[in-house]
């Protein structure tokens, strides 16, 4: 089988719809890339592990028949949209610690569907 990461966003949908792929299983895998790969690429101003982890395994709790179309897609947020759960820095040291109290309409939308908010 092909590593979770290395999936597209259907072929992992495909996989939480028929079982054979828990969202807390690609979070993972996505986690441990990031991990392997972020002191050369730098992608990332903010992931917290346990928090990922902590909403994939909500994901995967919610029964299929109320899954939303977005169900378990790993969603990066630019660091300039505002995340209740997450700083939003706008990548200066001006708004380091930043900590907004609700989402944007984009992300609200987002979670609404079932996507995994993963890091800015």
């Known amino acids: 089988m092909t590593e979770p990461f ?11 719809k028929n079982g054979s792929l828990s969202v807390e299983d690609y979070a993972k895998s996505l986690l441990d890339r990031v991990e392997a790969r972020d002191s050369t690429t730098h992608a990332w101003a903010y992931i917290d592990k346990e928090l990922v982890l902590q909403r994939a395994r909500e994901l995967d709790a919610i029964p299929p028949e109320k899954r939303g179309p977005l169900h378990g897609v790993a969603v990066g947020v630019k660091d300039v949209i505002l995340t209740k759960d997450m700083p939003t820095q706008h990548n200066s040291p001006i708004y380091e ?5 609700l989402d944007a309409a984009s992300i609200m939308v987002l979670r609404a569907n079932g996507a995994l908010i993963f890091g800015s």
Request: aromatic content about 6%.
């Open 6 to 16: 290395r999936l597209t966003a259907t072929q992992a949908q495909a996989g939480f």
């Open 97 to 101: 610690d930043d900590a907004p109290k």
